[in-house]
């Protein structure tokens, strides 16, 4: 969520107009994020302001968007709390601003929580759970475009970037993810769409007299269909470590994992492959970190993540497998 496209509030005013969603109050760039150019808008219609949040798509392509967003259509229509996409006259819901294929979404409520506690993990973990069964019918096809096939194209990319340790660590984990994704109880994992990049910042919650209330899942821009258990191990390597060391915290994961399994129970391939995936996890985003660290875009607001992170999180997975949380 940077802003590599500059938006002219007259190209946002045409935009709301074609979607008959009144005048433009306000337009403001968000910064974070390192994928789209995103903006907060606010509208007025009959005396009524409502927020929303514009996306302008700087990598994915007319052809692939579909996929993303009528997966969030199709999670609204089914009860998840997710960004509902806004259609025009024509029921289209992905239209052009400024020449680059775009989206406009409501804004949801509450706030992200960067220091959850295991009360936050848990709802995180329901609420997956209740996502991965909802989209099991969704009839679009599109695979993980940041999963094993682009770790073996990346990898080489960025390796004449590190020193000599990690270059060792990167090879030696895409070997073993290779065989890992050659082996039959992978092949017998359960799929459909995820998410793919569940991080703390992508999940807002309100603050209810019993406790956190999750109030939506949102930047479903990564997602694609692949195996539950990797959107699984994307959460468990963000929500549930310790950030300065990448330790694993076992409350906060015992807490996710029992309540993704009170709602859709692991099966035997899921139980014996989560160690092996949480690695997977951990290299997947030190990979895409240290691509765009070493070969970064312009963008008016634009803070690359730090590699680092991951390489700690993927070196603690490597020494301490993730097998005591398993329920």
């Excluded at 009959?46 to 514009?54: F, I, K, S």
């Excluded at 959107?231 to 915290?249: E, F, K, S």
Aim: some cysteine.
């Amino acid at each position: 969520m940077a802003v590599f496209t500059e938006v002219p509030a007259e190209e946002a005013s045409r935009l709301l107009a074609a979607l008959r969603l009144g005048e433009l109050v306000e337009l403001r760039g968000i910064q974070g994020g390192i994928e789209n150019t995103n903006y907060f808008v606010t509208s007025q219609q009959d005396g009524q302001r409502r927020d929303w949040v514009l996306t302008l798509f700087e990598r994915l392509t007319h052809e692939q968007l579909p996929f993303y967003l009528h997966l969030m259509k199709h999670l609204a229509l089914r009860g998840i709390p997710v960004p509902d996409p806004q259609s025009d006259g024509d029921g289209d819901i992905l239209h052009t601003v400024c020449g680059k294929p775009a989206a406009l979404v409501d804004r949801l409520r509450g706030a992200s929580e960067l220091a959850p506690g295991a009360g936050h993990c848990a709802a995180v973990g329901d609420m997956l759970a209740r996502m991965h069964l909802a989209a099991r019918d969704y009839a679009r096809q599109q695979p993980n475009l940041r999963g094993l096939a682009w770790w073996n194209q990346t990898v080489p990319v960025v390796l004449p970037h590190v020193d000599a340790a990690q270059a060792a660590l990167l090879r030696s984990e895409l070997a073993f993810q290779n065989h890992v994704a050659e082996s039959a109880a992978y092949a017998a994992l359960p799929r459909g769409p995820i998410h793919a990049d569940l991080f703390r910042d992508n999940v807002m919650f309100e603050q209810g007299e019993a406790g956190p209330v999750l109030t939506g899942f949102f930047d479903f821009y990564f997602a694609g269909v692949d195996t539950w258990l990797f959107d699984i191990a994307v959460c468990l390597n963000d929500w549930c470590v310790h950030l300065p060391t990448g330790a694993h915290v076992p409350e906060r994961a015992r807490a996710f994992l029992q309540a993704y399994a009170a709602r859709r129970p692991l099966s035997w391939a899921e139980r014996r492959l989560l160690p092996a995936m949480a690695r997977a996890g951990a290299l997947r985003f030190w990979v895409s970190r240290l691509w765009d660290l070493h070969l970064p875009r312009q963008a008016a607001l634009l803070q690359p993540h730090d590699p680092a992170h991951f390489e700690r999180v993927l070196r603690q997975r490597v020494a301490c497998p993730l097998t005591a949380c398993i329920p």
